[in-house]
């Protein structure tokens, strides 16, 4: 397969109203071939701003550069850049070969036949059946879809073939919008080490708008978050997570234990997540270099010893409590055999805060399903 | 509960049945009261036959018209939000309002001989008073808004992301629309072709203002019932009634067909 060779994309004090949405002042660096992720709340305006860039609105101050080359008034057809909306963007009446040609099709002919429907469709069958396309089928697994329409796919078929349609052409920049967000949580999976896969192998500039952390943390090179139309943090997911720039970011991130981990095979359905040697099991069908979180309610602190029925029990001390509302965040440091302690943060309620009396530098018991455990 | 709903189900079916019945029973009246003998030789005579080539062709003309103006106002319509546009939506829709009669002296005053654009038309040799060109513009006056609101509903169901990938795929505008747009929504822009151009034949009021010669069908058939009787108009009617039906049923088919 032909690299793609994405280039640097540059967002200089960019300026968009569109849609209901603003988005003001904008600056914004990926790299040439890095994995850039957008993360943001619906209503952030990040649909928007990939539109910006690849020239279906007008920005009303800032430039736009690709590669070193100002495309702020490129229209869209002339950029060369890819992209992938979240469903429903695959050509109806036409057949997955034919879908994946469209932009071949286009680049073949002359600018008179192009502009009528009949020619059109006749190029387009022509260009379906040039290796170009049966390779992009081929890598993006799809090749036994070639003859079918849109309507006989899965969601995640579906989003394969729009990814094989804009990778065809090899675009200078892939945008990719929610692509993941319309489908079921085992295709999810599967499309992610897909794009993980892709990106690896071709090189490509890939920018990709989510609403899911999980997913920044799982696919993103760096992150950033946009919040009502600016930049509340741009780092590396392990940054973000681990320093919010803004209490917006720290809540939108959410999930307070997060940690690098090695998952290896367990016992029947379970994996064992070795982090700094601490070993946790979880309930996933993931191995190697992994991140796992556990949400602050799944997680039970005790005086005594937990009862077994938990997977993961383990001994730490309390390193801080912090009081919010109903709910009291005690975070326990948990030593690890290999390093540095882990720092698990558990949510109690006022009142077992009270029965627990628990207070900095006592020794505690926590614990938490393997069900509770998120690996990403 | 389902008996009542069963119950329910029958009574607004004979309430419909009889409005079915109400359309379906004068026409099928009017075809069979006239012999097949009698229609062939209605068929043969020169008159009849001028009139309903005329009729036929002077909608079709205005379809074409429609299709060639009302295609880009659909899309319009359908795509960019601007001021006024109710307006202009309100303004598609007013003559189906408009009692054609009055559309026709609308027309008048504006194509009319002594009117500025008749004059300009004249000029090119383009007569509307009592002239085919006349029977058109009328035609099109009262019929278009079925054609435009068509297409544009059409256009509407189109997603515009899909617009918006074909763009980033190298399509321009115009190729986007060929390829993508019109292929998609030319169902309903046929739909509205059908309907337009059968509104359009049956026209009367408009048409008889502008031109009551050369005469298109309907202005015959009210003629000679005027003229010399329902007995005299009767097969002209039959005639009108049975060639109108049996072109909408095979448009109507050729448009089903299409669709698998």
């Known amino acids: 397969m032909q690299s793609v060779d994405g280039e640097s994309l540059r967002l200089e004090g960019l300026t968009v109203a569109a849609g209901g949405f603003r988005i003001a002042n904008l600056n914004l660096e990926v790299a040439a071939g890095e994995y850039f992720v957008l993360l943001g709340p619906t209503g952030a305006g990040k649909t928007v701003l990939l539109e910006t860039v690849a020239g279906l609105h007008r920005p009303l101050g800032g430039r736009v550069w690709l590669g070193g080359e100002d495309i702020t008034a490129a229209p869209p057809e002339a950029r060369r850049i890819g992209f992938v909306y979240q469903r429903q963007a695959l050509f109806p009446h036409m057949t997955v070969a034919e879908n994946v040609a469209f932009g071949l099709a286009l680049r073949q002919q002359p600018r008179w036949k192009r502009a009528l429907p009949g020619p059109g469709r006749r190029a387009r069958r022509r260009a379906s059946r040039r290796p170009e396309v049966a390779a992009m089928l081929a890598l993006l697994r799809i090749a036994h879809l070639a003859d079918r329409f849109p309507a006989h796919l899965s969601g995640g078929e579906r989003q394969r073939v729009a990814l094989a349609r804009a990778l065809v052409l090899r675009p200078r920049l892939l945008l990719l919008d929610e692509p993941l967000s319309a489908l079921d949580p085992q295709h999810r999976e599967a499309l992610r080490a897909e794009l993980r896969r892709l990106h690896a192998e071709l090189g490509a500039t890939v920018v990709h708008v989510t609403h899911d952390f999980e997913e920044a943390v799982a696919l993103g090179e760096r992150v950033a978050v946009l919040h009502r139309g600016r930049f509340e943090q741009v780092g590396t997911p392990e940054a973000i997570f681990r320093r919010p720039a803004s209490r917006f970011v720290a809540e939108f991130v959410g999930m307070r234990n997060i940690f690098a981990a090695e998952a290896e095979p367990g016992n029947g359905r379970t994996a064992r997540l070795r982090a700094r040697g601490l070993i946790a099991a979880a309930v996933t069908a993931r191995r190697g270099a992994v991140h796992f979180a556990v949400r602050p309610e799944d997680i039970v602190l005790a005086r005594h010893p937990l009862d077994s029925s938990l997977r993961n029990v383990f001994q730490g001390q309390v390193a801080a409590v912090e009081q919010r509302g109903a709910l009291a965040y005690v975070t326990v440091a948990v030593p690890a055999p290999e390093g540095e302690p882990l720092p698990f943060v558990a949510a109690v309620t006022a009142p077992s805060l009270e029965n627990l009396r628990l207070r900095p530098g006592e020794t505690v018991w926590l614990g938490f399903k393997a069900s509770a455990v998120h690996v990403f | ?260």
Do not use: C
Request: proline share 5%; charged share 15%; aromatic share 12%.
């Open chain 2, 1 to 260: 509960m389902m008996r009542s709903r069963r119950r329910f189900l029958i009574f607004f079916a004979a309430a419909g049945a009889l409005l079915v019945a109400f359309i379906a029973w004068p026409l099928l009246r009017t075809l069979l009261a006239s012999p097949p003998a009698v229609l062939w030789r209605t068929w043969q005579e020169g008159e009849v036959r001028a009139a309903i080539l005329l009729t036929f062709g002077a909608s079709a003309a205005a379809t074409g018209l429609a299709l060639l103006f009302g295609i880009p106002l659909a899309y319009v319509l359908a795509r960019a939000d601007f001021p006024g546009k109710t307006l202009v939506e309100a303004v598609v829709d007013i003559p189906v309002v408009v009692p054609h009669s009055a559309a026709g002296i609308a027309l008048l005053m504006v194509f009319g001989r002594q009117a500025f654009l008749g004059k300009a038309f004249a000029l090119a040799g383009i007569r509307f008073v009592s002239a085919v060109p006349g029977i058109v513009i009328a035609m099109l006056f009262v019929s278009l808004a079925f054609l435009v609101n068509a297409a544009r509903d059409g256009f509407r169901a189109v997603d515009v992301r899909l617009e918006a990938v074909a763009r980033t795929l190298g399509a321009s505008p115009w190729e986007t629309f060929w390829q993508v747009t019109f292929p998609l929504a030319w169902r309903s822009v046929l739909s509205g072709v059908i309907m337009m151009w059968a509104r359009g034949l049956s026209e009367f009021g408009a048409v008889v203002i502008l031109a009551y010669h050369p005469m298109v069908a309907p202005v015959l058939i009210f003629e000679r019932f005027e003229s010399y009787g329902l007995a005299y108009a009767r097969p002209v009617a039959s005639l009108v009634i049975l060639i109108s039906l049996g072109v909408f049923l095979i448009l109507r088919w050729v448009g089903r067909d299409a669709k698998r």
